[in-house]
């Protein structure tokens, strides 16, 4: 029997029976157009035939420092940027703002969602949970499904969880959206190309020179305060 695929890999298709294309994040975008620069401009400073062989390996090696700073700068804002939009998604897929906004007794609004937390947090089978689901969705009780939505999530019911999106949209967006981040971050092969869009390869002219000796190549001034 084929092993059940957690909830994690099925985060990267999320919905099942829709396709979800993952478009480049600003950071990402960004990290292409710096390696762009970076071969461009390896290629004018390699070309340029009347440059002395010492002068092209002190600008290669400015050029290197800038792009790897670059880079790295690039990769800390994606994951601070992950880091901060996945908490956004997950107190708006399964935190209970909304509900507490719009009640006038915010008491007793906050005893319902308790007790539906402690009921869901009881539901110890698939199957009870898709009844219970089912229940609460006929009894239009959306403080109770979001409990069990939020059980599903967490206990990898996935055809419960597949039934709690469809009939949600716009969770089931943000389902996406966390989704896209959680396999960015937790995939091995996406990570790795994650990894590789911040990553600069040395050139040849300094293969074998330290990245201590690089930037003190690039900026001596620097290197010698």
Do not use: C, F
Not at 7 to 21: F, K, T, Y
Request: glycine share 4%; aromatic share 4%; net charge neutral.
């Amino acid at each position: 029997m084929a092993a059940k695929p957690s909830l994690g890999h099925m985060m990267s298709d999320l919905i099942r029976s829709q396709a979800h294309v993952q478009q480049p994040t600003k950071q990402q975008q960004a990290s292409s157009q710096v390696h762009d620069l970076y071969k461009r401009g390896l290629r004018n400073i390699r070309g340029d035939r009347n440059m002395h062989p010492d002068r092209k390996r002190v600008e290669i090696a400015e050029l290197y420092a800038t792009t790897r700073a670059a880079l790295d700068k690039l990769r800390t804002e994606q994951t601070q940027q992950d880091q901060t939009d996945m908490a956004k998604l997950e107190r708006k897929m399964w935190g209970y703002d909304d509900v507490r906004a719009t009640a006038i007794d915010k008491a007793a609004v906050d005893h319902t969602i308790r007790d539906a937390q402690d009921r869901a947090a009881k539901l110890t089978k698939p199957e009870q949970a898709a009844q219970a689901l089912a229940r609460a969705e006929q009894a239009g009780d959306h403080i109770l499904a979001r409990a069990i939505g939020k059980r599903a999530h967490d206990q990898d019911w996935g055809d419960v969880l597949h039934d709690y999106l469809s009939t949600r949209p716009r969770t089931a967006d943000d389902y996406q959206q966390a989704g896209t981040i959680w396999h960015r971050n937790n995939s091995t092969q996406a990570r790795m190309q994650h990894h590789m869009q911040y990553v600069v390869h040395k050139p040849d002219e300094l293969r074998g020179t330290s990245d201590g000796d690089i930037e003190a190549m690039a900026d001596p001034q620097e290197s010698a305060a």
